[in-house]
Structures are given as C-alpha cells and as structure tokens.
C-alpha cells in the first residue's frame, strides 16, 4: 500500500485527486493544473513535498561519505548551504539526483521519493567502516514548499526566523509555534520561496496557515508543468541509471577535482565522450504535445526521444526534453517527432523555456 | 440538449439521432475528469468513422486520450470551433462543446449504447 504524508486527509477532503507517485499517494491537482501553474508565476503556490525523502547525516565521518556518494563538492559548502548533486553508480549513471544541507556539526539531504530505498541502502552500503549515523526522517517529519512571486511577502514572521534573509540556496534552522523546522531558500518551479521541514505533527497547522496567509495549494501536476518549463530534470525522466550527469547537461553539479567518490573513473571517460546523446529542449512547431517516449527523427531518420513534454501553460504551446545524438542538439535544429504515429514538426530550443523576471 | 435523451458509450461519448444524422459529444464526467483541455483532433469531412474505433484525440495538459465513434458512419459536419477553442466543450459538453455529425444508414439506432441511468451506474464505479 502507498505511502501517505500528514497530509493526506486534508488533500481528499479538498477535492485533491490522488495517483500514486514514487510510493506515495500524492494529490496531483485539486482542480485545473493550469490554474494551480499560475498561481505560482504570478502569485503564491503551496505543495505538499512530503514524499521526498529526508535524510540526516551525523559522526566524524559525515563528510567522508558524502563526498564518497555525492559528485558535487560538499566540503567547500557553508555553513547552512544548500547544494545540488547527483549521487551515481560506478559506471557514471545517475543513482539519484540530490539537495545536500550543511549544518555545524551535522547534514542532511533530500532525495527523490522513488529512490529513497535505493539511496538508503546505497548509503549503508558505502558507510561500511565510517564512524556515520544515517537516520531517515521521511516518516517523522513533513516538508511543505511555498513557491512565487509573493511566496517570501506571504512567509513573513511565519518562524521566529527571516526567511527574507536568507540568499537563494541556503537554510537556516528555526522554530514554527515553538517547535524546531528548517526553512530553506530552494524549490523546484523555477520561482523564489522557501522549503519548510517541520515534524509530520504540525504538518497541518503549518499547511492550513499557509492558506490563510494566501498560498494556494497545488499538485504535482502543476509541479510537473513548472519544473518542466524551468527545465528542471525529473529523476526516471530526464536522470536514470543509464544516463549521465555530462549527458544531463549537469557538469556543473559535478566536481571532478574534489577526489574520489563513486562513478569518477567512468566519468572521465563518458564526459568528453562525443558518441553519447545529450538533453536538449524542443518546442513542437504543431498542437499536438510530444510526451514521454516519442521518437525524434531528422530526414526520417530516429535520432533520439522524448523523456518529458507537456504544453506550457505560461507559453501555450508544447514543449519537450528530449536526448538527442551528437550532430542534432544544435539550437534551432529542425526536426520531426512521432506523436502516435503523426510527425510533426520541432525545434531544439535553447534551455530553460522559462526564467523569472529578476526584481 | 437534455443528457436524459442522449445515448453513452462506455468510453464516455454521448450520441444523439436524428433522421440519419448522428451527433456525437464527450460526457461532462469525461471533460471534468480530463481538465484543462489544451486541443482537440477532429476527423476530416468525408471521413469514415465506424462504431468503436478512434475517430480523433483529445489532449489535456497531463495525458492524451482517443475519441471512440459510438456509431458507423460518415462524417457530414465537425464542430470546427473546438479547434480554435477547446474550453468550449469544458464549458458546454452537451451543446456547444458537441464533436462531429456522422450520416448514418438508414434504419440505425442508437440500441446498443447505454441509457443516462446506465451510464450513470458505470461512471459511479469508475469513481470508487
């Protein structure tokens, strides 16, 4: 049976419609996901991000395993940095794609729901021997993101901490109604606002006085078409066991001068490798939306595949990303995608499709 | 028109007859379950459609879905608004929002598709 976040209850009695996502069942709209996709480009949307998982890290040999699994560099990070990595496998495919936290004495991270189990026992795995506590608090806490334009006016004084303060990509801990949380400057919309870890028991206070401070939720349909727009990867989609991070287009997320970790000596053979495909963003010149799965052809010829598309909401029209081989991931790259069995025509589109408006 | 008169298919299109002419639409259940529909694909004129086979496509922003003929015949008119926009048949499914007319042969009936109480039935199931 799927997994259910504190706030579950509250989803169906609020008209969300539930599907099952990485293990969890998770509210995927609660009424038009265009709607929900607005709300967060021009005001503030509120999502239940329980499923993912919440690990901690504590010991001597914290950052030893970090910077065994993990292929950014954790030990330049500051003190309250968040910092994006991938964890991969020794052939250089990516295990998961990860939010790493440095506390004082302490880490955490944040993976995706449907690897959690696989990370975990990775973890263990490669903690053999290092004197590290790896707990799992996925089940004892919850974590809520509020995202848009008006998402930081709207967390004002919601903790006994400034949210406002905090530069993009870094958290602090504080307390919500005197309980501890952490508040961190991150998401995954492509807007501003802030991630919320708070214990699963004040899941629901803090969800229901987000709304009354004007957040609206949304599900992870809307997720998905911001993400999507913001071309931001979705581990199975865009990241999977076969795919690298060079592939990714994520070397920034890899420090290949930082030492050893898992996957490196295969990296430094994949990433000047010139025969593998790469993502790139398409946009379907036609109506109809390329999805998940569809060959991409030039001169009739199969020259990669779609692994996420949808029609924007913001742009009204489709879009896609897609791996393509070498030779085809030019920008402007005209091409052809199958669409149930009818071409029609896209362009290789420079990445993301969608940047806020700075201010 | 009154949903009461109409005939269902399973696949959720409703059909109505008329003479020889059959106008074809999709269920409110469907459109409300589809949400935020971005494009419908409609038959050419002319064309063929026959009873339980795809006659077009209708894209939300989540998935795709086919449009099942809920009877044989040849397409006489399509509801060419729907292409320019498709909130329409959000809004209206069972008058504005229709999809296509098909001339049927004579001597048809719409007899092997569900009455509203049937359907009703079925779609209290799909809910559970």
Redesign the interface.
Same mark, same amino acid.
Request: proline content about 5%.
């Given at each position: 049976m799927a997994l259910r976040t504190p706030l579950y209850d509250w989803h169906v009695s609020h008209g969300g419609r539930t599907v099952e996502f990485g293990g969890w069942d998770m509210p995927v709209q609660y009424g038009s996901i265009v709607e929900e996709h607005h709300v967060v480009r021009k005001a503030a949307g509120l999502f239940d991000i329980g499923h993912m998982g919440r690990l901690s890290f504590a010991g001597p040999d914290a950052l030893a395993l970090l910077q065994r699994i993990y292929t950014n560099n954790a030990e330049t990070m500051k003190n309250g940095q968040v910092r994006y990595g991938l964890i991969c496998n020794e052939l250089g495919g990516i295990r998961d794609d990860v939010l790493v936290y440095r506390w004082p004495d302490t880490w955490s991270m944040v993976v995706n729901a449907s690897n959690r189990d696989k990370i975990v026992n990775w973890i263990a795995q490669h903690a053999k021997g290092l004197a590290v506590n790896v707990k799992d608090e996925t089940t004892t806490t919850c974590m809520i993101a509020v995202q848009g334009p008006q998402a930081m006016a709207l967390c004002r004084a919601l903790t006994d901490t400034d949210a406002d303060r905090l530069a993009y990509y870094f958290a602090t801990p504080a307390h919500y109604r005197g309980q501890n949380c952490i508040v961190s400057r991150t998401g995954y919309t492509g807007e501003d606002g802030i991630e919320i870890i708070a214990s699963a028991e004040q899941g629901l206070e803090l969800w229901e006085e987000l709304i009354r401070r004007g957040a609206k939720p949304c599900g992870l349909g809307a997720r998905d078409t911001l993400r999507l727009e913001a071309a931001m990867p979705l581990y199975g989609h865009e990241l999977t066991e076969d795919l690298d991070p060079f592939q990714a287009g994520l070397s920034w997320a890899v420090k290949m001068d930082k030492g050893e970790f898992v996957g490196r000596e295969a990296l430094l053979r994949r990433r000047d490798d010139a025969r593998l495909p790469r993502r790139v963003g398409l946009e379907i010149l036609g109506r109809r939306a390329a999805r998940e799965g569809s060959t991409v052809l030039v001169a009739g010829r199969p020259v990669g595949h779609v692994t996420s598309g949808t029609v924007t909401p913001t742009l009204n029209k489709p879009i896609a990303m897609a791996y393509m081989e070498p030779g085809h991931t030019a920008s402007g790259t005209l091409c052809a995608v199958d669409v149930r069995g009818r071409m029609e025509e896209a362009r290789v589109t420079p990445l993301p499709f969608y940047r806020r408006p700075k201010g | 028109m009154d949903p009461k008169t109409l005939r269902y298919a399973k696949s959720h299109e409703w059909a109505h007859l008329e003479g020889d002419i059959c106008t074809v639409g999709l269920t409110k259940f469907a459109v409300d379950q589809l949400?935020?529909i971005?494009?419908i694909?409609l038959p050419n004129l002319e064309d063929l459609v026959a009873e339980g086979e795809g006659f077009g496509?209708i894209?939300s &922003?989540?998935? &795709?879905s086919d449009l099942y003929s809920p009877i044989t015949g040849d397409v006489v008119a399509i509801n060419e608004k729907l292409e320019t926009d498709p909130a329409i048949i959000s809004g209206d499914p069972y008058d504005k929002g229709w999809l296509i007319k098909v001339k049927v042969e004579p001597g048809t009936t719409l007899d092997h598709l569900m009455t509203l109480e049937q359907y009703e039935k079925q779609i209290a199931s799909e809910e559970h």
């Amino acid at each position: 049976m799927a997994l259910r976040t504190p706030l579950y209850d509250w989803h169906v009695s609020h008209g969300g419609r539930t599907v099952e996502f990485g293990g969890w069942d998770m509210p995927v709209q609660y009424g038009s996901i265009v709607e929900e996709h607005h709300v967060v480009r021009k005001a503030a949307g509120l999502f239940d991000i329980g499923h993912m998982g919440r690990l901690s890290f504590a010991g001597p040999d914290a950052l030893a395993l970090l910077q065994r699994i993990y292929t950014n560099n954790a030990e330049t990070m500051k003190n309250g940095q968040v910092r994006y990595g991938l964890i991969c496998n020794e052939l250089g495919g990516i295990r998961d794609d990860v939010l790493v936290y440095r506390w004082p004495d302490t880490w955490s991270m944040v993976v995706n729901a449907s690897n959690r189990d696989k990370i975990v026992n990775w973890i263990a795995q490669h903690a053999k021997g290092l004197a590290v506590n790896v707990k799992d608090e996925t089940t004892t806490t919850c974590m809520i993101a509020v995202q848009g334009p008006q998402a930081m006016a709207l967390c004002r004084a919601l903790t006994d901490t400034d949210a406002d303060r905090l530069a993009y990509y870094f958290a602090t801990p504080a307390h919500y109604r005197g309980q501890n949380c952490i508040v961190s400057r991150t998401g995954y919309t492509g807007e501003d606002g802030i991630e919320i870890i708070a214990s699963a028991e004040q899941g629901l206070e803090l969800w229901e006085e987000l709304i009354r401070r004007g957040a609206k939720p949304c599900g992870l349909g809307a997720r998905d078409t911001l993400r999507l727009e913001a071309a931001m990867p979705l581990y199975g989609h865009e990241l999977t066991e076969d795919l690298d991070p060079f592939q990714a287009g994520l070397s920034w997320a890899v420090k290949m001068d930082k030492g050893e970790f898992v996957g490196r000596e295969a990296l430094l053979r994949r990433r000047d490798d010139a025969r593998l495909p790469r993502r790139v963003g398409l946009e379907i010149l036609g109506r109809r939306a390329a999805r998940e799965g569809s060959t991409v052809l030039v001169a009739g010829r199969p020259v990669g595949h779609v692994t996420s598309g949808t029609v924007t909401p913001t742009l009204n029209k489709p879009i896609a990303m897609a791996y393509m081989e070498p030779g085809h991931t030019a920008s402007g790259t005209l091409c052809a995608v199958d669409v149930r069995g009818r071409m029609e025509e896209a362009r290789v589109t420079p990445l993301p499709f969608y940047r806020r408006p700075k201010g | 028109m009154d949903p009461k008169t109409l005939r269902y298919a399973k696949s959720h299109e409703w059909a109505h007859l008329e003479g020889d002419i059959c106008t074809v639409g999709l269920t409110k259940f469907a459109v409300d379950q589809l949400t935020d529909i971005i494009f419908i694909d409609l038959p050419n004129l002319e064309d063929l459609v026959a009873e339980g086979e795809g006659f077009g496509e209708i894209e939300s &922003v989540k998935a &795709v879905s086919d449009l099942y003929s809920p009877i044989t015949g040849d397409v006489v008119a399509i509801n060419e608004k729907l292409e320019t926009d498709p909130a329409i048949i959000s809004g209206d499914p069972y008058d504005k929002g229709w999809l296509i007319k098909v001339k049927v042969e004579p001597g048809t009936t719409l007899d092997h598709l569900m009455t509203l109480e049937q359907y009703e039935k079925q779609i209290a199931s799909e809910e559970h």
